[in-house]
């Protein structure tokens, strides 16, 4: 396989007016991977978007595509998207909606993984329900990653996916999310013309789900934007889709699934019982609604919270609603504050939160290694296995060890332990990715000192490790030493490294330290809660150390 292949990137659009639409472009012009095509479908625009992708295509002709259907007519977004992939030439297919953003790693980040993952026909991650585009900080709040279902970073075979979507305990990759080998587009036929607008995706995804094994990766690379003038807003400002009720459109999807799982002759019970319990509010439409009669109190609650009637409350119960809706910081008085849930001594999972999602402490070394992934180049050496070092050092590394302290993983290059490895080379290692392990080493002086000398002269070693945190009950609980703090790794590390190249960071508050103590997950919080350092709380410390040039 080529090791820079090419992927079509497919933008469709239909009057997209003009600062969405160049913003949408511009993520995909600053992409790190720079091998790509851009293909801008044009759906029948009648305003300046089609002046907007003519423009574009004549300043990057090598790069950038502009496509319309004959006499430039509008034939709906799956139309306009087969159109699109009907003139790729990419080996890989990626999607971008015309008012949405890519991070700039996104196709480096994901063209990697399908690298490495030769079984993986498609490839996606938690599309990142953008509110705050806006600039408005309490629109903030409502940010949040979409639901994954699945351990991060696995391959999921099928149909699993699709049982997780109709049973709702995972909602479909958003579009901009995903990375597709061409030929898997090709073998499912594309996306389904009878769609023209909503639940186009949701019909292309469960062809891909039933079809091939999917990679449901940990990071989030895409921005889809959520504004009055999405095909989700407009369809429910026409009647025609309403979140908490039965609806035409679900409808007609769950009429052609079945359709379609009965002509590709699907006999799994369990994608069979899911769809029939998704078809269910269309049978009992009666029931239905009166299960969701909590959903549209709450609704109708924060509506009041906007509006003057919340002025016949109480000064103290007005200020409490009004806080809670606006995110707002509320203090209660004492012998009011509510332990909830979170009232009991035992944890809610042991799991450190691997059973529920990303865990919190993990959410915070990933983000650490993302920020430095430039480090993680040529030769590098890795504890345990080499993930982290595929994940994120992709082809910037040209040898990858892997070091274990005991004999019997297949995975491991070299056999030591790093406090007393003689038989580690000096000199050796470009890049250490050395995460969550420093506490279960009982003489870290002596460790550090190897970490030194096995780096190269301007070798960098990326390394976490635990402040606040349980204790694990599995095979690694009676090697558990040490916790740690900034000031103690600063200390630690100063006798080893010079100071001016030592770089420590700590993450965590004291939400995000009292979730990972009760095993929540990293999804259960919002974005801007994990992000919120406290020094007070420490979670999780981070050390990037690098060997001088010229040994001092």
């Known amino acids: 396989m080529n090791s820079k292949p090419l992927v079509s990137a497919i933008?469709?659009?239909l009057n997209a007016g003009e600062e969405f639409f160049k913003e949408a472009i511009e993520s995909i012009l600053v992409q790190t991977y720079?091998?790509?095509e851009l293909l801008l479908v044009d759906d029948g625009s009648t305003d300046i978007s089609t002046t907007i992708a003519k423009r574009y295509a004549e300043k990057y002709p090598e790069k950038v595509r502009y496509l319309e259907h004959e006499n430039h007519?509008?034939?709906g977004m799956s139309a306009s998207r087969n159109l699109g992939i009907q003139n790729a030439r990419g080996e890989y297919i990626a999607l971008l909606d015309a008012d949405d953003i890519w991070l700039p790693q996104k196709l480096e980040k994901q063209v990697?993984?399908?690298?490495?993952q030769p079984e993986a026909a498609m490839v996606y991650s938690s599309t990142w329900m953008w509110f705050s585009w806006t600039g408005n900080p309490e629109d903030a709040q409502y940010d949040r990653g979409r639901t994954l279902g699945v351990q991060?970073?696995?391959?999921?075979?099928?149909p699993k996916l699709l049982t997780l979507f109709l049973e709702d305990k995972a909602e479909t990759p958003g579009t901009c999310s995903v990375l597709m080998r061409r030929e898997l587009v090709k073998d499912v036929g594309g996306f389904e013309e009878s769609f023209r607008g909503m639940f186009e995706d949701q019909a292309f995804f469960a062809k891909v789900c039933l079809k091939?094994?999917?990679?449901?990766?940990?990071g989030s690379w895409d921005r889809y934007r959520q504004h009055s003038d999405g095909s989700c807003y407009v369809a429910e400002a026409k009647g025609e889709y309403h979140p908490l009720k039965p609806n035409p459109a679900n409808l007609t999807f769950l009429n052609w699934l079945q359709k379609y799982l009965s002509e590709q002759g699907v006999k799994d019970t369990k994608v069979w019982s899911a769809f029939q319990q998704a078809l269910?509010?269309?049978?009992?439409?009666?029931?239905y609604q009166l299960s969701t009669h909590y959903k549209y109190k709450m609704k109708m609650l924060k509506k009041l919270v906007k509006s003057s009637a919340l002025q016949i409350l109480p000064a103290p119960i007005r200020h409490k609603v009004q806080a809670q809706w606006r995110g707002s910081k509320y203090c209660p008085p004492v012998g009011e504050v509510n332990f909830g849930n979170l009232r009991r001594v035992t944890p809610l999972s042991r799991q450190f939160g691997f059973d529920r999602g990303l865990p919190v402490d993990r959410y915070y070394v990933e983000n650490f290694l993302a920020c430095n992934s430039a480090d993680i180049q040529g030769r590098a050496l890795e504890i345990g296995d080499n993930s982290y070092t595929k994940q994120f050092g992709g082809d910037r590394v040209s040898k990858s060890d892997v070091l274990h302290v005991v004999e019997g993983n297949p995975d491991a290059t070299i056999v030591g332990d790093l406090s007393d490895a003689d038989q580690i080379p000096s000199d050796a290692f470009d890049c250490l990715v050395l995460t969550q392990t420093i506490h279960l080493i009982y003489d870290v002086k002596a460790a550090l000192q190897t970490i030194y000398r096995i780096l190269k002269p301007g070798g960098v070693a990326l390394i976490t490790f635990p402040g606040i945190t349980q204790i694990s009950h599995d095979e690694w609980k009676d090697y558990w030493y040490w916790s740690f703090t900034q000031l103690s790794a600063h200390r630690l590390f100063e006798e080893v490294f010079p100071k001016e190249n030592i770089r420590i960071e700590t993450y965590g508050n004291v939400l995000t330290a009292n979730s990972f103590l009760q095993g929540l997950a990293?999804?259960?919080l919002r974005k801007e809660e994990l992000e919120y350092r406290d020094p007070s709380y420490q979670v999780i410390i981070s050390v990037r150390a690098v060997k001088p040039e010229i040994k001092p």
Do not use: M
């Open 11 to 13: 933008t469709i659009f």
């Open 34 to 36: 720079e091998h790509w």
């Open 73 to 75: 007519e509008n034939r």
């Open 112 to 116: 990697a993984i399908l690298g490495i």
């Open 152 to 158: 991060p970073d696995t391959l999921v075979k099928p």
């Open 212 to 218: 091939a094994p999917v990679y449901v990766e940990s």
């Open 280 to 287: 269910w509010p269309y049978q009992h439409p009666l029931l």
């Open 522 to 524: 990293a999804c259960e």
